[in-house]
Nanobody, 123 residues
Framework: QVQLVESGGGLVQAGDSLRLSCAAS????????MGWFRQAPGKEREFVAA????????KYADSVKGRFSISRDNAKNTVALQMNGLKPEDTAVYYC????????????????WGQGTQVTVSS
């Protein structure tokens, strides 16, 4: 079992930056690829970014490429999502998730989920 807890969400203005963090506990953190997803009201949960177990490979949704950056610290069992140049359309609940394989964009392929943190971007 892996327990995930997100933090760092909030209300910001368009153009601002925000850093989300996800703390993991449980089984070997480095064995899991990690991903960030988001879900806006009335919409499906969508892939944002993913990082491999050792942190050497990353993947981003086209909508956030160049603005968001995912990273991990396996010594601290954390994964972060640095979000720059935020837009109102980035408003959503953001979730971190753990998967046994890297690169999946389908949320069904992730085994463990956090409770989510709200990000609201005002125009």
């Amino acid at each position: 079992q892996v327990q995930l807890v997100e933090s760092g969400g909030g209300l910001v203005q368009a153009g601002d930056s925000l850093r989300l963090s996800c703390a993991a506990s449980g089984r070997s953190f480095r064995n899991y690829a990690m991903g960030w997803f988001r879900q806006a009201p009335g919409k499906e949960r969508e892939f944002v970014a993913a990082i491999s177990g050792h942190g050497t490979i990353t993947k981003y949704a086209d909508s956030v490429k160049g603005r968001f950056s995912i990273s991990r610290d396996n010594a601290k069992n954390t994964v972060a999502l640095q979000m720059n140049g935020l837009k109102p359309e980035d408003t959503a609940v953001y979730y971190c998730a753990a998967a046994s394989t890297f690169g999946a964009v389908d949320p069904k392929l992730y085994d463990y989920w956090g409770q989510g943190t709200q990000v609201t971007v005002s125009s």
